[in-house]
């Protein structure tokens, strides 16, 4: 079946420092990949996303790529904030050929902490 | 536009209760799938309903089940609770479900199970 695994920390970094979030994958089919943020007391928010190989999901300062070959999509920023500090989610969604989603697959979560 | 909201946002029970938790989609979206959450198993897909059938549905146990209306709203219902069942129950919608498309969670349901 569809898995992904994630590194789950917690992982502590500086305000300012560079931050890498590593995020490989399997899956059968076509997935569309996702990363969903979660704050304390909070449901999810989408990150960002890449629907096909190659593709690039930014928002916020984030960025990751889908990269096929190495079946990853790491998330990466290159200066984090005190309110960065959350929990992050890699996530695929497998579109079977019959069309429509299976639930979407998530990793177990890296819990990030941005000391000032 | 609302986002996904979610009812009741906390939940007591005791176990062999049942419980009946709700959500209302984003307006104009059809699809609704709901996940569990816990410490020890993260994120797992329940349930997914799109006009008013279910579709799909993850690995777990008949005690869990649910049903969308009309209006695409959603309720589940876990029944013969077990201290198991306490968790972040989250609900997501999106416009009909497909893969590329993305799903947009409420805030939860979190329900303690004694």
């Excluded at chain 1, 300012?16 to 999810?44: D, H, K, R």
């Excluded at chain 2, 709700?22 to 349930?47: A, E, M, N």
């Excluded at chain 2, 146990?61 to 968790?87: H, I, K």
Aim: proline content about 4%; some cysteine; overall charge neutral.
């Amino acid at each position: 079946g569809d898995s992904v695994t994630q590194m789950e920390g917690p992982v502590t970094l500086s305000e300012e420092a560079f931050l890498t979030i590593n995020c490989t994958y399997t899956a059968t089919g076509y997935p569309s990949l996702f990363w969903y943020v979660q704050y304390p007391g909070e449901g999810l928010q989408l990150l960002l996303k890449a629907t096909k190989a190659d593709d690039k999901g930014s928002n916020k300062g984030f960025e990751a790529t889908y990269r096929k070959e190495t079946t990853s999509f790491h998330l990466e920023k290159g200066s984090v904030q005190v309110s960065d500090s959350a929990v992050y989610f890699c996530a695929l969604s497998d579109e079977y050929s019959g069309g429509g989603a299976d639930g979407l697959t998530f990793g177990k979560g890296t819990h990030l902490i941005i000391q000032p | 536009k609302a986002g996904v909201t979610q009812t009741p946002r906390y939940l007591i029970k005791t176990r062999g209760q049942q419980v009946t938790l709700s959500c209302s989609p984003i307006s104009g979206h059809r699809s609704v799938s709901w996940y569990q959450q816990t410490p020890g198993q993260g994120l797992q897909f329940l349930f997914e309903y799109f006009s008013e059938t279910q579709r799909n549905k993850g690995n777990f146990p008949g005690r869990f089940s649910g049903r969308q209306f009309s209006n695409s709203r959603s309720e589940m219902n876990v029944s013969t609770l077990e201290l198991g069942d306490s968790a972040l129950y989250l609900c997501a919608s999106s416009l009909n479900g497909q893969g590329v498309e993305t799903q947009y969670f409420g805030p939860g349901t979190r329900l303690l199970v004694l």
